[in-house]
C-alpha cells in the first residue's frame, strides 16, 4: 500500500478546525486533526511541506514515518510543526487499523476498560448561571464538571480572579456536592505567586486538580508550586513531544499529564509519553477542545492505556461538524464508549465541506489588564 494524496482542509462551525486526509493505492482514506487552535492555515502549510516526503509511502510504516516527519527537515520542527506531525500520524493509525479491520485500540493493547469518563466545560456569563451550568451537566449524569477561572468582559486582573475563584469554587461544591469530581482552568492566566495562592486556598475544597496554573515556556517555575501545594496539578496541553514532558514528569512537578494527541506528536508519541508517565505512576487526563477526529483518535489510546484518569470532551461527539462527520464515536451519560467500525471509527462525507467554510478574519480572544495590558486569554 501506498500514500497517494495528503490534503490538509480547513472547515468552519463554531470555529475553525484542521483536519488532513490521507488517501492510498488502495483506495483506503484516513483523517487526522491538528491541535493549534487559531493557527489553522499554518498548519496546513506545514502539512503541504511534509507531503513530498511521504506521498508513495506505505503508511502502515506509522513509526519510521513519525521520525520522517520529524527529523527530515533536520530543524526541529517546534510546536506548530508537530501539530501537523499529529494529525498526519493520526491519519496514518486509521489508515493501518482499517487495512486490519479492527477498530484501532485494539493495535494500542486492546481495551483496558469499558467506557472512557469525561468532563464538560461549564460557563455562564455570572457565577449563578455557571452553577446553573454545573447543575444541568450533573444532571445529564457527568461526573466531572470543569470550568475557567473568572474574568471580566475580556479583562482579567489575577489578584480578583483568585478571590473570586475560590468563592466560584466553593459554589460550585455545594451545588454539586463531593461526589462529582471539579476541575478548574488557570490556562496559564497566573504567575507563580498568584497561582500558590489559588492552589493553597483551594485546598480544602478538593478540587481534582488545578489545570494550567501556569504559563508552559519554563517547566521549571512548576517546582515552586509544587513544593507549596498539595492540590493535584495538571499540565501539558500545550507541550509536544516526550521531550517536552520529560522535565516535568522525572521530577514529579505535576499529578496529571494533560496531553493533547493533536499537538504532542500523535497516537505514536502519545503512547510513548503515556509509558514515561507510568514509572513516575502519573495518569493522563488528555486535552480535547477539538472536534470528531481528536475525540476518536483520544478515546482509542484512553481505552487502551492503563494510567487514564479523565478525558476532556469539550465537544462532546455530535455537537460539531454532523454532516461532515456523520458517524462520530458512541457517547453516553458524561462517558466515551468503543467504537466498533475499523479504524477511528467515524465516517467522513467531504460533499458536506461547502456547508462549513472557514471562518474569515477569525481571531482570539484578546484579554487584556486593568490598565490595557496584554494578559493571556
Ligand atoms: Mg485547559
Not at 176 to 200: F, K, M, Q, S, Y
Not at 302 to 310: E, K, T
Not at 338 to 345: A, C, I, Q, V
Request: aromatic share 8%; with cysteine.
Amino acid at each position: 500500500m501506498k500514500i497517494t494524496s495528503i490534503r490538509p482542509i480547513i472547515v468552519g462551525d463554531v470555529r475553525n478546525f484542521l483536519f488532513v486526509i490521507v488517501e492510498t493505492d488502495e483506495g483506503l482514506c484516513g483523517l487526522g486533526e491538528g491541535g493549534i487552535t487559531w493557527r489553522e492555515s499554518a498548519m496546513a502549510g506545514f502539512i503541504e511541506a511534509l507531503r513530498p516526503s511521504l506521498l508513495g509511502q506505505d503508511p502502515m510504516r506509522t513509526e519510521h514515518l513519525w521520525q520522517v516527519m520529524l527529523r527530515c527537515g533536520f530543524f526541529p520542527p517546534g510546536r506548530l510543526g508537530l501539530a501537523a506531525i499529529s494529525a498526519i500520524d493520526i491519519a496514518l493509525w486509521d489508515i493501518k487499523a482499517q487495512a486490519l479491520a479492527v477498530p484501532l485500540y485494539q493495535l494500542l493493547g486492546g481495551r483496558v476498560r469499558d467506557r472512557v469518563v469525561c468532563y464538560p466545560h461549564v460557563a455562564g456569563p455570572n457565577p449563578a448561571s455557571l452553577v446553573e451550568d454545573a447543575r444541568r451537566k450533573v444532571a445529564e449524569q457527568w461526573r466531572f464538571v470543569r470550568f475557567d477561572l473568572p474574568c471580566w468582559n475580556e479583562v482579567f486582573e489575577p489578584r480578583r480572579a483568585v478571590r473570586e475563584g475560590v468563592e466560584l469554587f466553593a459554589a460550585v461544591r455545594e451545588a454539586v456536592g463531593p461526589e462529582i469530581e471539579l476541575v478548574i482552568d488557570v490556562h496559564t492566566r497566573l504567575d507563580p505567586a498568584n497561582a500558590i495562592l489559588l492552589c493553597r486556598e483551594l485546598e480544602a475544597h478538593r478540587p481534582y486538580f488545578v489545570e494550567d496554573p501556569l504559563r508552559s515556556e519554563n517547566p521549571a517555575s512548576l517546582r515552586r508550586l509544587r513544593e507549596q501545594t498539595s492540590v493535584p496539578i495538571a499540565m501539558g496541553e500545550q507541550h509536544a513531544t516526550k521531550w517536552e514532558f520529560r522535565e516535568m514528569i522525572e521530577n514529579d512537578w505535576i499529578d496529571f499529564a494533560r496531553v493533547d494527541l493533536c499537538i504532542a506528536g500523535g497516537i505514536t508519541e502519545t503512547m510513548k509519553i503515556a509509558g514515561w508517565c507510568e514509572t513516575h505512576y502519573l495518569p493522563l487526563a488528555p486535552h480535547n477542545p477539538l472536534g470528531p477526529v481528536c475525540t476518536a483518535a483520544s478515546l482509542h489510546v484512553d481505552l487502551a492505556i492503563s494510567n487514564f484518569a479523565v478525558q476532556e470532551c469539550a465537544r462532546p461527539p455530535g455537537a460539531v461538524l454532523s454532516e461532515l462527520f456523520p458517524e462520530q464515536v458512541p457517547f453516553e451519560r458524561g462517558h466515551l464508549l468503543p467504537p466498533t467500525r475499523p479504524g477511528l471509527g467515524i465516517t467522513f462525507d467531504e460533499s458536506a465541506i461547502r456547508r462549513y467554510p472557514p471562518i474569515q478574519d477569525g481571531d482570539c480572544p484578546r484579554f487584556r489588564r486593568d490598565d490595557g495590558a496584554f494578559t493571556n486569554w
